[in-house]
């Protein structure tokens, strides 16, 4: 029997979330002993300095990391993450959740993720490409096309994403567009990446309804957080003939029964940054808009927001979790119990974005690029068989959905694992 890891390397609430939604898959299919740990823990963590002239000319010093949890299925994959609340533990558990979800969706990567402790929105934009720039200069030699492929997250888009690929090409002495994907269209990057992942929730919210004999037209939307995914997805929802009709931020959220003009509320943010004062419905606050009774709540935030308070007081017909981790582990146990409500676990239901990080990173490699319909049609693909497996797995042991997509995950990972051997 293999000895378990005691680290306080990682300790954090999310990363302890994370492993007990580990533990409880792993019991679930009889994982042995001598494969849990390896499975579970990271392979490797990196932590770095990051100092950047500022516009005055001091010196400011800021710290990121990159975690690599699985780099044997394939190069790491995983976003970076630009937020004053990054730690350690969170980009562990971030990156042991993306190994799970690159291995539900038959994906040939393994997980990892990145984050810097910084409020973006006090930086420059001279400031904020020096640490990119900064930032990649630190990670370089540990991170490649078939190494570990990062990709944007929270606080970073498809520009900084342009200023790291340029640097990493700089120091290996040749242009190398596939060592990062969510890269503007000009540096490589594939059609349809910015609005995947919410094009991927919307899809999914829409074959959850079929399933449950709801028509999505008219059907009410409340989204928890509006930056790209959650405006892509209400987009893609509105699309569907879906009514937005509560939307929220950081600063506020916006309510309307009549529902909330997406696009209007969209070209807001787009010149405001915030949501606070659009005059398109009345201002609650998130907690109320939590609570609000709808066909539909996206959480399309931050992590465990959706706590074992709101979960019993939850008033939707369906959870779609876009955002990484949103449910608690407590709060989960109370989803369990609630017939009343459909979940779409986190691990299937925001993976479109690595799906189509995926496609970017293959036409790199082949230097052949694909029109958006095309990308479109193969994302809606890889989620319909990713969805039915999940159901599948489901109706076999008779598992909640959230334990039937991280038992997949896992299952896959310790396998390639364990047909390794111990090298791995």
């Known amino acids: 029997m293999s000895k378990a890891i005691v680290s306080s390397l990682y300790d954090s609430d999310v990363f302890k979330m994370a492993c007990r939604q580990f533990d409880l898959a792993a019991d679930a299919i009889n994982l042995p002993e001598d494969i849990r740990d390896r499975t579970k823990y990271p392979q490797r963590c990196l932590a770095v300095a990051l100092p950047i002239k500022r516009d005055n000319e001091t010196v400011t010093v800021f710290e990121g990391y990159r975690v690599q949890h699985n780099l044997h299925t394939g190069p790491g994959k995983g976003g970076i993450r630009f937020h004053p609340g990054v730690t350690l533990g969170e980009v562990a558990a971030l990156a042991m959740w993306m190994s799970w979800k690159c291995s539900l969706a038959g994906l040939p990567y393994g997980g990892a993720k990145g984050g810097v402790i910084v409020d973006p929105r006090l930086l420059s934009a001279g400031e904020l490409e020096r640490l990119a720039r900064r930032y990649m200069q630190e990670i370089a030699p540990f991170i490649g096309p078939h190494i570990d492929v990062p990709a944007p997250d929270l606080g970073t888009n498809e520009t900084m994403m342009g200023w790291m690929m340029d640097t990493y090409s700089s120091h290996i002495g040749r242009n190398e567009p596939a060592v990062v994907t969510g890269k503007p269209i000009a540096l490589g990057g594939s059609q349809g990446r ?118 019993a007081g939850l008033r939707c017909r369906l959870l779609a979790e876009a955002a990484n981790g949103p449910t608690t582990f407590d709060a989960d146990k109370i989803l369990d119990q609630r017939d009343d409500i459909e979940l779409i676990p986190d691990v299937l239901c925001n993976a479109g974005g690595v799906i189509v990080s995926y496609f970017e990173w293959l036409q790199n490699l082949q230097n052949f690029y694909w029109d958006r319909d095309e990308v479109m049609q193969k994302l809606f693909v890889v989620l319909e068989r990713a969805k039915n497996s999940v159901e599948y797995q489901k109706r076999k042991f008779k598992f909640s959905r959230r334990l039937a997509a991280q038992t997949l995950g896992i299952q896959r990972v310790a396998e390639a694992k364990r047909s390794r051997g111990l090298s791995a």
Not at 217 to 244: C, D, M, P, R
Not at 266 to 288: C, H, K, M, S
């Open 194 to 311: 910015r609005e995947a992942t919410g094009a991927g929730v919307a899809y999914l919210v829409k074959r959850y309804l079929e399933d449950m004999n709801i028509p999505i037209a008219g059907a009410t939307i409340v989204i928890q957080g509006f930056g790209n995914v959650g405006g892509e997805t209400a987009l893609a929802l509105s699309a569907y003939g879906a009514k937005i009709i509560a939307v929220s931020d950081y600063t506020t959220g916006i309510y309307n029964r009549g529902g909330v003009d997406v696009k209007k509320a969209l070209a807001y943010v787009q010149t405001q940054r915030v949501l606070q004062d659009f005059d398109g419905g009345e201002p609650i606050t998130n907690a109320q808009l939590l609570a609000l009774d709808c066909t539909v709540l996206v959480p399309a935030a931050l992590e465990r927001v959706i706590t074992p308070e709101v979960a």
